[in-house]
Nanobody, 121 residues
Framework: QVQLAESGGGLVQDGDSLRLSCAAS????????MGWFRQAPGKERELVAS????????YYADSTKGRFTISRANAKNTVYLQMNSLKPEDTAVYYC??????????????WGQGTQVTVSS
């Protein structure tokens, strides 16, 4: 069983930055695709960014390209999401997810509990 623990959420203002972290419990971390999803009130959960096991392939949603950066440190079993130029529409609960092979994480095997990000205007 893999446990994922997110941290780094909070309340910020329009244009600010935040860095989210997700620590994984499993030694299989380095073989897993990792991703960040978000879900805003009344909306479906959407994939924000994902990164392959070796970090060579990365996906970004159109809404986050150029503002968000996903990275991973396999030696620390941790994946990060650096979020710059935050906008009120980025307000959501952000979830870390893990899976295998599929960069789009259509069916993640594991989910974190989520961390709230609120961007005030």
């Amino acid at each position: 069983q893999v446990q994922l623990a997110e941290s780094g959420g909070g309340l910020v203002q329009d244009g600010d930055s935040l860095r989210l972290s997700c620590a994984a419990s499993a030694r299989t971390f380095s073989s897993q695709v990792m991703g960040w999803f978000r879900q805003a009130p009344g909306k479906e959960r959407e994939l924000v960014a994902s990164i392959s096991s070796g970090g060579t392939r990365i996906y970004y949603a159109d809404s986050t390209k150029g503002r968000f950066t996903i990275s991973r440190a396999n030696a620390k079993n941790t994946v990060y999401l650096q979020m710059n130029s935050l906008k009120p529409e980025d307000t959501a609960v952000y979830y870390c997810a893990a899976g295998y092979y599929d960069l789009t994480l259509r069916t993640p095997d594991y989910w974190g509990q989520g961390t709230q990000v609120t961007v005030s205007s």
